[in-house]
């Protein structure tokens, strides 16, 4: 009887703690985008890292710092367009708040690329604020869509935003005592 609670306690404690740390990890997404719906060939990648949930509920922000969407690390690289070329971090977007938007209408599923979900409406940097900072770095000019060199060069639209990390193996490997914990009460049962 005894043996059952702790089982049950330690399989109840390791389930909170392994969901807990993994819904606190940041998340990090893979950006890319492409000229091409413009007739140009430039294209753009990079990544984006957020300590918040902000893609998991509803929320519609405009002209805010990085820091206001939880947002720690950043960088886009730009290849073929006419000028604007390069690697662009964080610290190369000005003072805040630098115009970051998100407007997201409903909660997203993250296991699935964000772009062509329903309530993803729109994502950008630099998109209100007329100052992004670098004289070459990429900005918003209109939905999900960035022009390069200062919003004076080639347009270029998102085309794919996906998570590019998993949950680190602490997370799982407490999720899986967890779940053995709970496959060892029931077969106690049985």
């Given at each position: ?5 702790l ?13 807990g740390?993994?819904?606190?990890s940041?998340?990090t ?5 492409s000229?091409?719906s413009f ?12 300590e918040?949930?902000s893609?998991?509920h509803?929320?519609?922000v405009?002209?805010?710092s990085p820091a ?11 290849n ?10 964080l ?9 970051w938007v ?37 900005g ?9 060199a200062?919003e ?13 990390n998993?949950?680190?193996?602490g997370?799982l490997?407490?999720?899986?005592i ?6 060892a009460?029931r077969?106690r049962?049985?």
């Amino acid at each position: 009887m005894i043996t059952t609670r702790l089982v049950k306690s330690l399989a109840a404690a390791g389930l909170a703690l392994a969901l807990g740390s993994a819904q606190a990890s940041p998340v990090t997404f893979n950006l890319s985008y492409s000229g091409l719906s413009f007739g140009n060939e430039a294209v753009a990648t990079g990544f984006i890292t957020l300590e918040s949930d902000s893609f998991t509920h509803a929320t519609n922000v405009g002209n805010v710092s990085p820091a206001a969407l939880g947002i720690t690390a950043f960088q886009i690289t730009v290849n073929g367009a006419a000028g604007g070329n390069g690697t662009f971090q964080l610290s190369d977007f000005g003072a805040a708040p630098n115009g970051w938007v998100l407007n997201v209408s409903q909660p997203l599923n993250l296991a699935l690329d964000l772009v062509g979900q329903i309530g993803f409406n729109d994502f950008n940097w630099c998109a209100i604020s007329a100052a992004c900072g670098s004289a070459s770095a990429p900005g918003g000019n209109a939905i999900f869509t960035i022009r390069t060199a200062a919003e004076t060069g080639d347009q270029l639209r998102l085309t794919s935003m996906a998570v590019a990390n998993v949950p680190e193996p602490g997370s799982l490997a407490l999720l899986g005592i967890a779940v053995a914990g709970l496959a060892a009460v029931r077969r106690r049962k049985q």
